[in-house]
């Protein structure tokens, strides 16, 4: 079935870690993007692609990274992780031209 | 820049009754989208309804409807006979029809309870 799967669902580490959020879909979209929700709150765009080895960063400025090397995968990865980071990450996609968005279940992300 | 505002940050139903969720936005621009998206608790985000901006009917997917005002940019989701399988977060959303690549304004979310 055609889907965006997020992993981890739920993560807990302590600062300073290094962690790699994970996004793939097999619907073969274009666009990607990775939203940051705060609970209860509103989604700020942090990052998007519109295609193998594309990348920007969006409205609200993020210390994370992504890349985009295959078009099922979208990663987003934290170098460092530190407690302002505790949130949750949706992952998103869309294809080409497209208006609707398709969304990923979300990694909620705890940072000690 | 477009903005999308939704002022009531948490609303309350009795199942079975019909309830309408306000939302308002700001453009320059004639021709665009509009979406609700629905955030259940702890599940995926789906979406609900959309509307194009050039269609003068409101759009309809069985118990949801929009009240589409152009005039006054506004943008009302209302459903009938509410369930409780609808408590969600409801977000607004606005998109251009300017550019393949233009990107979706998200307001800030009505949280929507339904009493049994």
């Known amino acids: 079935e055609a889907d965006i799967y997020q992993t981890p669902r739920y993560l807990v580490i302590g600062t300073g870690k290094k962690i790699t959020l994970e996004c793939s879909q097999t619907m073969g979209h274009d666009k990607m993007y990775w939203y940051q929700q705060d609970p209860g709150m509103e989604l700020h765009l942090i990052h998007y692609?519109?295609?193998?080895?594309?990348?920007e960063k969006g409205d609200l400025s993020s210390e994370s990274t992504v890349s985009r090397i295959r078009t099922e995968h979208f990663p987003l990865t934290l170098e460092s992780a530190r407690p302002s980071h505790t949130s949750q990450y949706l992952c998103?996609?869309?294809?080409?031209?497209?208006?609707?968005?398709?969304f990923g279940a979300g990694s909620r992300l705890t940072v000690l | 820049a477009q903005t999308v505002t939704q002022s009531q940050p948490e609303m309350s139903v009795q199942e079975a009754e019909t309830v309408t969720l306000s939302c308002t936005y700001d453009t320059s621009e004639s021709d665009y989208y509009l979406f609700w998206y629905k955030q259940p608790p702890s599940r995926q985000m789906i979406l609900v309804i959309r509307q194009e901006a050039y269609k003068q009917q409101n759009a309809t997917e069985n118990r949801f409807s929009v009240n589409f005002q152009k005039a006054a940019k506004s943008f009302s989701l209302k459903i009938s006979d509410s369930q409780l399988g609808d408590a969600a977060m409801y977000f607004c959303?606005?998109?251009?029809?300017?550019?393949?690549?233009?990107?979706?304004?998200f307001g800030k979310g009505i949280t929507l309870s339904v009493r049994p």
């Open positions: 998103a996609s869309s294809e080409y031209g497209a208006n609707v968005l398709t």
């Open positions: 959303a606005y998109r251009s029809a300017t550019g393949a690549n233009s990107k979706l304004t």
């Open positions: 692609s519109y295609g193998v080895n594309s990348t």
